[in-house]
């Protein structure tokens, strides 16, 4: 298994920037591919950006190079750094891990962690 928590989240004007970590534990991260997601009040969960096992990148076309997803696999963590904040960026930001890039139904979800950002 792949327990996943998430943190970094936070309040934070529009402009601003957060790093989110996604932290695994077990000692079979190396082997999966993890995303980030994000659900937004009343709108359905959406994929945000995606790294393989390999680090090999991909991002929503919303993100439109504000996000950037990267792994350090001698922790077991994957970040999500967001720059230049929106208030539409305002979610709960997931992080999942599925050994083959299945994001329509990942292994294991996070919890979440709570991204607000003010006008």
């Known amino acids: 298994q792949v327990p996943l928590v998430e943190s970094g989240g936070g309040l934070v004007q529009a402009g601003g920037s957060l790093r989110l970590s996604c932290a695994a534990s077990?000692?079979?991260?190396?082997?999966?591919?993890m995303g980030w997601f994000r659900q937004a009040p009343q709108k359905q969960r959406e994929l945000v950006a995606t790294?393989?096992?390999?680090?090999?990148?991909n991002y929503a076309n919303f993100v439109k190079g504000r996000f950037t997803i990267s792994r350090d696999n001698a922790k077991n963590t994957v970040f999500l750094q967001i720059d230049s904040l929106k208030p539409e960026d305002t979610a709960v930001y997931y992080c999942?891990?599925?050994?083959?890039?299945?994001?329509?139904?990942?292994?294991?979800w996070g919890q979440g962690t709570q991204v607000t950002v003010s006008s």
């Open positions: 790294i393989t096992s390999g680090g090999r990148t």
């Open positions: 077990g000692r079979t991260f190396i082997r999966y591919d």
């Open positions: 999942a891990a599925d050994l083959f890039a299945r994001w329509n139904e990942p292994d294991y």
